[in-house]
């Protein structure tokens, strides 16, 4: 997978821009404020059809501009593919391949594997467990179409039955029947999505186990540890018994969209217990093995998206993602720093063909 071209028009802070990318290495280079993480958020634009630091589309609109369009050419197994995402105020937003439009966003979801490494990251030691579980739920969903239409199903069903719960509430009624409709649903779904979890922590774990020990160069023990109330019961006996309670709260307290991933470090959580510097080798390792879980199983190298991170490692870690990208680890990749000097000094002991873009 490879990005050749890509053009910008009213998006985020820049009226019209165009650039044409390196197979290897891109950089784009510049004071904050420039437009750099911008970029790079609208390549992931591309790849799922929504930003990564602004889940709000108008937002990502140029102020005083009515609307965005990101055009960018990739190439796929030989063969030219043009993605164009777009939104207009007041209209729903749109994604289209090749000149049509996708009549579901999720129908996109894995036709550009790629993976962004961010500060941002951090939100998933320090945010609560709904951010793990999309973290969760994005890698499994770029290789299992299957599996996001499960989760998407699960979502409005859990809706529904919490629309169900606050009616019984209000008007006072309870209709044991209607309810037992959701429940079965969610009890097919949830089981569903609890086994395809459970089997990605258990294939995940050890790439991520790898990749800490690398970049970490420690002798720390970590690990991830899949929680669900699943492993107790059943979903549909888990609804059955929580009833009073759910009825009581009006909405659902049980089920997968409670799951959660713990990260621990020497068997404690890293976010109590880890140092900055552990807490960052987690949070890049998590990526990496990313990384390579999507392209084992794809066996394609996914575009690989590195935001100011030369700006928050010291040289040690610096220097073990060096060396992985000299062993041809990565495919495409895109850099945003905020001093060229260092960039390129970082980017000429890589031996890889590269662009630097200043803004």
């Known amino acids: 997978m490879q990005?050749?071209?890509?053009?910008?028009?009213?998006?985020?802070?820049?009226?019209?821009?165009?650039?044409?990318?390196?197979?290897?290495?891109?950089?784009?280079?510049?004071?904050?404020?420039?437009?750099k993480t911008n970029i790079l958020d609208s390549i992931y634009h591309l790849a799922y059809g929504k930003s990564y630091f602004n889940s709000i589309g108008i937002q990502n609109i140029k102020h005083n501009e009515d609307f965005f369009v990101?055009?960018?050419?990739?190439?796929?197994?030989?063969?030219?593919?043009?993605?164009?995402?777009?939104?207009?105020?007041?209209?729903?937003?749109?994604?289209?391949?090749?000149?049509?439009v996708y009549d579901k966003f999720s129908e996109h979801i894995g036709f550009i594997p790629l993976v962004i490494i961010s500060p941002s990251d951090s939100d998933l030691i320090s945010e609560g467990s709904e951010t793990r579980r999309k973290f969760i739920d994005q890698i499994i969903s770029q290789l299992d179409s299957s599996y996001l239409n499960q989760i998407i199903k699960y979502q409005r069903v859990i809706t529904q039955r919490n629309s169900l719960l606050k009616y019984f509430a209000i008007n006072m009624v309870f209709d044991k029947e209607t309810l037992s409709i959701y429940n079965e649903q969610l009890d097919v779904l949830g089981n569903f999505i609890h086994q395809k979890r459970k089997e990605f922590i258990a294939n995940f774990t050890p790439i991520f186990n790898e990749f800490y020990s690398i970049i970490s160069g420690g002798d720390e023990r970590v690990n991830l540890v899949y929680e669900s109330q699943l492993f107790d019961n059943d979903l549909l006996t888990l609804l059955q018994e929580n009833l009073p309670k759910d009825r009581a709260v009006q909405y659902t307290s049980v089920g997968?969209?409670?799951?959660?991933?713990?990260?621990?470090?020497?068997?404690?959580?890293?976010?109590k217990f880890g140092s900055q510097g552990q807490q960052k080798s987690f949070l890049i390792a998590l990526k990496l093995a990313q990384f390579e879980f999507v392209k084992q199983q794809n066996n394609e190298n996914p575009i690989l998206l590195f935001d100011d991170i030369f700006d928050k490692l010291d040289k040690f870690r610096v220097g073990k993602i060096i060396d992985l990208v000299n062993q041809n680890?990565?495919?495409?990749?895109?850099?945003s720093d905020t001093d060229e000097e260092r960039t390129e000094?970082?980017?000429?002991?890589?031996?890889?063909?590269?662009?630097?873009?200043?803004?």
């Open 3 to 35: 990005l050749q071209k890509l053009h910008l028009l009213n998006y985020k802070n820049f009226s019209e821009i165009s650039f044409d990318f390196d197979a290897k290495i891109n950089c784009f280079v510049g004071r904050n404020g420039m437009g």
């Open 70 to 100: 990101v055009d960018g050419e990739f190439l796929k197994d030989n063969r030219t593919h043009q993605i164009v995402c777009s939104l207009k105020k007041g209209q729903k937003k749109a994604l289209k391949k090749n000149g049509k």
């Open 256 to 271: 997968i969209h409670k799951d959660d991933l713990a990260f621990e470090i020497d068997s404690y959580p890293i976010k």
């Open 329 to 335: 680890t990565f495919g495409q990749i895109f850099i």
């Open 345 to 359: 000094n970082v980017i000429k002991q890589t031996q890889q063909p590269y662009k630097i873009f200043k803004l």
